[in-house]
């Protein structure tokens, strides 16, 4: 079935360095990638997209590429401050049933 | 406020009943999926429903069962519940079209004694 691995499992830079997270999907057919931020007890919130005509998307500080052939991509979170603080999962939808999977997540520490 | 409410917020059962779980999505929202996320793991999918049927299911057995309703509110039924179900559940909803991501609600939180 559709796997989709997140590497690191946790992630501690210091404050002001970049944050980079990578993700494999295992369904070729995957065209929607989403990264969702999870605060403790809170809600997965959506921070960034891309589809898979796409290769990179950038919002202010955080940005995403896509490598089709390799069926990777990687969120990239750069001048971090303590908000960013929190987990972060990626995840890949389907071309075929429209469901979306979820990596296990990365708890990403920002240090003082 | 992201428009996509469950019910109720906490909840706790004893092994072997039955339980409902809730979900309240935005007017025009006609693809809701459902989610199991254990403590410290990834959201796990259960199944999707788009326009009341169900159109994608993942690795549960038969027990967890799902209704979807023209007025774009859901449930969850799980029966027989077990240990290994206490987990935070969300339901994720979306408008129709491929360019939107899924909005997730607050989830509830089951317990199993």
């Known amino acids: 079935g559709e796997n989709v691995e997140q590497h690191p499992s946790t992630l501690s830079v210091q404050e002001g360095d970049s944050a980079v997270i990578k993700c494999t999907y295992s369904?070729?057919?995957?065209?929607?990638f989403p990264w969702y931020k999870q605060e403790l007890g809170k809600r997965p919130q959506l921070i960034i997209d891309?589809?898979?005509?796409?290769g990179e998307k950038k919002d202010q500080r955080i940005a995403v590429t896509l490598n089709k052939t390799a069926k990777h991509f990687s969120l990239h979170i750069t001048e971090t401050q303590p908000e960013d603080s929190a987990v972060y999962f990626c995840?890949?939808?389907?071309?075929?049933?429209?469901?979306?999977?979820f990596g296990k997540g990365t708890r990403l520490h920002i240090l003082p | 406020e992201t428009g996509v409410t469950q019910s109720p917020t906490h909840l706790i059962k004893t092994r072997g009943q039955q339980v409902t779980l809730r979900c309240s999505s935005q007017?025009?929202?006609?693809?809701v999926s459902w989610y199991q996320q254990a403590l410290g793991q990834g959201p796990q999918f259960i199944f999707q429903?788009?326009?009341?049927?169900?159109?994608g299911r993942g690795n549960f057995p038969p027990r967890f069962s799902g209704l979807q309703f023209p007025n774009y509110s859901s449930e969850l039924n799980v029966n027989a519940l077990e240990l290994d179900d206490s987990a935070l559940y969300l339901c994720a909803s979306r408008p129709p079209g491929a360019n939107y991501g899924y909005t997730f609600g607050s989830g509830t939180r089951l317990t199993v004694v």
């Open positions: 369904d070729s057919a995957s065209n929607y």
């Open positions: 429903y788009y326009r009341e049927e169900e159109n």
């Open positions: 891309i589809r898979s005509n796409v």
């Open positions: 995840a890949a939808r389907g071309n075929r049933d429209d469901k979306i999977i």
């Open positions: 007017s025009g929202h006609n693809t």
